[in-house]
């Protein structure tokens, strides 16, 4: 079992950045496939970003992609998401899961086994 720790979360001004970081204990992180999920009030909770145990292949949302870039750094045991260029669309809590299915990278939400508390990102126009 993994615990998960969101850390980085804020208030920025559109065009601003954020570094999100997720800290894992109680296992090895290298073990996992990672994903960052984000909920927006009334929204469904949707996959931002994920990246493969291994490094080596990663997925973004459309709606990021260009702007938002994960990397793992399983030394530290930690998972960053860096946001840049955010938008005022970007506002919400962000979660980090951990997926014990190594094979294929998954983007669904119950498909992921360990979960986050969550940190607030806010983009104010």
Known sequence: QVQLVESGGGLVQAGDSLRLSCAASGR????????????????????????????????????????????????????????????PEDTAVYYCAADKFLLRLRVGRSEYDYWGQGTQVTVSS
């Open 28 to 87: 090895t992180f290298s073990t996992y496939n990672v994903a960052w999920f984000r909920q927006a009030p009334g929204k469904e909770r949707e996959c931002a970003a994920a990246i493969k145990w291994s490094g080596g292949y990663t997925y973004y949302a459309d709606s990021v992609k260009g702007r938002f870039t994960i990397s793992r750094d399983d030394a530290k045991n930690t998972v960053y998401l860096q946001m840049d260029n955010l938008k």
